[in-house]
């Protein structure tokens, strides 16, 4: 398994950007599929968005178009850039890792980071 942080959140105005940053620690990061989740109070974790070790890419469809993950295998590090941010897109954003992409992109991801906040103001 890896070990993921999370850092990048903040607050921002309705409209602005924020890029996530996940920085994994252990062997073979490249070998993992990548994935981002959020949580908002009282709701269910969703999918955001996953990077497999190819660099195929995913998107919930609440993001697609305002979101892009990407990935630097010689840093370790998975990035979600968020542009065009809504109110509705206040939550706590997680970091998963697996080697599985289809295990990360159901919820079953093996490895979870600790999660930072983002909070849109409309």
């Known amino acids: 398994q890896v070990q993921l942080v999370e850092s990048g959140g903040g607050l921002v105005q309705a409209g602005g950007s924020l890029r996530l940053s996940c920085a994994a620690s252990?062997?073979?990061?490249?070998?993992?599929?990548m994935g981002w989740f959020r949580q908002a109070p009282g709701k269910e974790r969703e999918f955001v968005a996953a990077?497999?070790?190819?660099?195929?890419?995913a998107y919930a469809d609440s993001v697609k178009g305002r979101a892009t993950i990407s990935r630097d295998n010689a840093r370790n590090t998975v990035y979600l850039q968020m542009n065009s941010l809504k109110p509705e897109d206040t939550a706590a954003y997680y970091c998963?890792?697996?080697?599985?992409?289809?295990?990360?992109?159901?919820?079953?991801?093996?490895?979870w980071g600790q999660g930072t906040q983002v909070t849109v103001s409309s």
């Open positions: 998963n890792a697996d080697l599985s992409m289809s295990q990360l992109t159901s919820g079953r991801g093996a490895s």
């Open positions: 990077i497999g070790w190819s660099g195929t890419t």
């Open positions: 252990g062997r073979s990061f490249s070998s993992y599929a």
